[in-house]
């Protein structure tokens, strides 16, 4: 029995080395499941980093895998959900900005980004990015009392009109601002107010006189053979007036809303031209004007509705006539412009003045030198109108006392 000692001792041996060795292949295969562990719960972890599987480690294989496949679908989630939100934001006309608790931008959006500094605003004090008194002091206040709160403020240097909604991010400590462009919105108010305005001043000329001749008729001018003629006279001109508003009105009403097509044609420029001219060619030569067309000879020709461009330049050239003194001169061009051709009508009357210069193409707009002339101030929105449906644009360049030049555009054909 000598022999048992030492055989013992190498049976334990043998056994403890084969115990070391399943416990080191053990102590890898769960250092390798906890490095996966820590990689999962940074993303992007795939299955085949997964180890093959362990005799007798098949659950926690199974869990690993079942942790990492949750993992995936919801950081896959997470990712989709974050695109639809950038998205959104990125095609939000209103601006966003996100201010973190010292008071620095965090985010900001592309609107925001067009409304203050762009992506350098990132990082920098929301002081020093609003600026503006009025907005810095809204959203102190909303850092102070925890409460929603709103702005309004008009910038002069940019002619813009912002809305400023601040929110208290009740999650990060942060805020959550909200800006709002109402410059277009505050535009069209000033021009619904201005239209209405204008129409009763446009209305409430002809319906006094409307009225004084009515009853200085019922006083007893109606019998005065002399005098009667005159005031019925004087009485069908200003329903005229009041019957051409309403004409205008209704045509630039259609005009707008589509219901009136455009019956296109290849257009001569020099033809559509000396046709205008020589409708208001008797009215120049009353006014002691000198109407002339300079085209050149190559000018391409325009697709466009003949008679429409006709009432343009006519209305164009009314007024240019209208405002200029006797002995001066309008003159008609045309003009090769890449892919347009350019028309100008060009006087040497009294001018417009530069503030009423982008307002001259609304609805009953006047500058107020023009208000003795007459009219019902319908005719340059209609022209506007017209040129924009066969795709081009019309505009002024004046001086006071220096004449005007009205330009306007028609694709080539």
Not at 170 to 193: F, P
Not at 286 to 313: C, H, I, N, S, Y
Request: charged share 25%; glycine share 8%.
């Amino acid at each position: 029995m000598d022999w048992f000692p030492g055989s013992l001792i190498i049976l334990l041996l043998f056994i403890a080395f084969g115990l070391g060795w399943h416990i080191y292949r053990l102590r890898r295969r769960l250092n390798s499941y906890s490095n996966i562990i820590r990689r999962a719960t940074s993303g992007g972890i795939l299955f085949s980093d997964l180890p093959s599987d362990v005799p007798g480690l098949d659950d926690l294989s199974n869990a690993v895998k079942g942790l990492t496949a949750a993992l995936n679908s919801q950081l896959s989630t997470v990712e989709t959900e974050r695109a639809k939100l950038a998205s959104v934001l990125e095609q939000m006309t209103d601006g966003v900005l996100i201010a973190d608790t010292g008071g620095r931008v965090a985010f900001l959006n592309p609107a925001a980004g067009r409304m203050f500094e762009g992506q350098a605003a990132v990082g920098r004090r929301m002081v020093e990015v609003l600026r503006q008194y009025q907005l810095v002091e809204a959203w102190r206040r909303c850092q102070e009392t925890g409460e929603a709160q709103s702005e309004t403020v008009e910038l002069p240097a940019r002619r813009q009109f912002l809305q400023l909604f601040v929110l208290p991010d009740r999650h990060t400590g942060g805020t959550l601002l909200l800006v709002q462009d109402l410059t277009r919105v505050r535009r069209l108010e000033t021009v619904r107010r201005d239209f209405i305005s204008n129409l009763s001043h446009e209305l409430r000329t002809p319906l006094a006189s409307l009225k004084a001749l009515t009853e200085t008729l019922r006083d007893g001018a109606l019998d005065d053979p002399e005098a009667a003629p005159r005031f019925l006279g004087r009485i069908e001109t200003e329903v005229d007036a009041l019957t051409q508003m309403a004409q205008e009105l209704l045509e630039l009403s259609r005009i707008e809303s589509g219901q009136v097509p455009l019956e296109l044609t290849t257009v001569d420029p020099a033809r559509l031209l000396d046709s205008s001219a020589e409708r208001m060619r008797a009215q120049a030569e009353r006014a002691g004007l000198m109407l002339t067309v300079e085209v050149a000879a190559d000018m391409p020709e325009v697709r466009g509705d003949a008679a429409r461009l006709e009432q343009v330049l006519v209305n164009l050239i009314h007024n240019a006539l209208k405002f200029t003194d006797p002995g001066g001169s309008v003159t008609l061009t045309a003009k090769n412009d890449g892919p347009y051709v350019r028309f100008a009508i060009r006087d040497t009357g009294a001018g417009i003045p530069e503030d009423d210069l982008e307002r001259i193409f609304e609805r009953f707009y006047k500058a107020d030198q023009a208000r003795s002339g007459g009219g019902t101030g319908l005719g340059l929105s209609i022209a506007r109108h017209i040129v924009e449906a066969h795709g081009g644009r019309i505009w002024a360049e004046s001086r006071e006392s220096q004449g005007s030049t009205f330009f306007f555009t028609i694709p080539a054909y």
